[in-house]
């Protein structure tokens, strides 16, 4: 197919410019390459386009017929090519994201701002599911994930581990106390989280020793959304599990207090996925960049022990 745009091109462009020679120059390349196409074209429609002379070169009339049907087709084309370079390496169209709810409002949100005020002429478009599996369907751009690849030969980024935190607030310890144990927690009101797909209420993720492993609670309450479950632990009502970058802002101002710290699991890791960046518009390549500089790493939403630890002090010193 490409070979035979050429072809045409080099037909056209000798007739518009009245020798072959000239049409060569015109597209870059050889005398000898622009008369191989020619003959090609020919060979491929089996009829003469040109009368040649060794000084002149004419139509024929079925040389006259497929111009005027080919002509109007090239620029379209050549049109529809220039536009969507355009939009390749412009800054304007739609730029579709999914990631889950439980990310977005800590982690997405300041990048998202950040990058509609570098870039007012793309439209975001941000789809908040954690089911999301047929990306190409779905015409996803950029896509972030606590998990492995929803598809496969997409390019996954890792930015950095997910930890998850038992949380209670101060007037919570002062009411309930302070689970010593992970088999204390069966005396305390926890919150289990419910699988928005499944409906299945999720047990903690917990590590004891060198091994990760489930944890069942009783739950004093349950949810599928993550800022519904916050809320209820920062009021005092319950103890929860919550992901380090929900919980950061509140375990630094002593909204919360870190619970069983040798208990925080780590195994999740939150990435982000895109396809090929060879063909990437500009714009997508931008928030790709943009999302890696300010999330990769990032020392703001992952805890040292040592700053888990003197939050826990301070928090029960309350």
Request: with cysteine; charged share 20%; proline share 5%.
């Amino acid at each position: 197919m490409i070979n035979e745009l050429r072809s045409v091109t080099t037909f056209i462009r000798t007739v518009e410019l009245g020798s072959l020679s000239k049409a060569a120059e015109a597209q870059q390349i050889s005398p000898q390459a622009a008369s191989k196409a020619l003959k090609q074209l020919e060979s491929s429609l089996g009829v003469r386009l040109f009368h040649r002379t060794t000084r002149s070169m004419s139509l024929t009339e079925e040389g006259q017929r497929f111009l005027e049907a080919a002509k109007p087709a090239l620029t379209g084309l050549q049109q529809a090519f220039a536009s969507v370079r355009q939009t390749r390496e412009g800054f304007s169209g739609p730029l579709r994201i999914v990631a889950p709810r439980s990310v977005v409002q800590h982690i997405i949100h300041p990048v998202l701002i950040e990058y509609c005020r570098l870039y007012p002429e793309v439209q975001p478009d941000v789809q908040l599911d954690d089911g999301v599996d047929n990306w190409v369907e779905k015409r996803v751009d950029v896509g972030f994930r606590i998990a492995v690849s929803p598809q496969d030969g997409l390019i996954a980024r890792r930015l950095f581990p997910l930890q998850l935190i038992i949380c209670a607030s101060p007037a919570y310890l002062r009411k309930y106390g302070m689970p010593k144990s992970l088999h204390d927690l069966s005396n305390h009101r926890c919150n289990t989280f419910r699988h928005a797909a499944t409906g299945r209420l999720l047990p903690w993720t917990v590590k004891e020793g060198d091994n990760i492993q489930e944890h069942y609670v009783k739950p004093a309450m349950s949810t599928n959304d993550e800022m519904l479950e916050l809320h209820a632990v920062l009021a005092g009502e319950v103890i929860a599990q919550v992901a380090a970058p929900t919980a950061a802002q509140y375990i630094r101002s002593g909204q919360l207090v870190p619970l069983l710290l040798e208990n925080i699991a780590d195994v999740h890791s939150l990435f982000l996925y895109y396809g090929s960046r060879v063909a990437q518009p500009l714009r997508i390549r931008r928030f790709i960049d943009l999302a890696v500089e300010r999330l990769a790493s990032r020392k703001g939403f992952v805890f040292s022990s040592e700053e888990l630890r003197q939050a826990h002090i301070e928090g029960i010193a309350m």
